[in-house]
């Protein structure tokens, strides 16, 4: 048997953990936003909070009245709103 080493690899080692959103954080929702290049749902509220949506699954944790206002407002998917997201959107 032999045992073979691998030399460290320059790839990242950690993973991002997206912030879970508490019940009711999405009242003083601004936009929410789909990032293309991240492939996420961006979504902004007063104050300089953002959130992200990685997978669809995400949006079972929400809690109804959370989905609720996601429902009255329709997802941006310009250029305008996605710069926007952009430079409020931060990782957890």
């Avoid at 300089?48 to 949006?59: E, K």
Wanted: net charge positive; glycine share 4%; charged share 30%.
């Amino acid at each position: 048997m032999k045992i073979v080493h691998w030399p460290a690899t320059d790839k990242e080692k950690t993973i991002p953990l997206v912030k879970k959103i508490p019940k009711g954080a999405l009242k003083k929702l601004q936009f929410w936003a789909y990032d293309e290049r991240l492939g996420q749902a961006v979504i902004v509220c007063d104050g300089g909070v953002s959130y992200s949506l990685v997978d669809q699954i995400d949006l079972l944790n929400l809690a109804l009245e959370d989905l609720e206002v996601l429902a009255r407002n329709q997802i941006k998917a310009t250029e305008k709103y996605e710069e926007i997201a952009k430079a409020r959107f931060y990782w957890f």
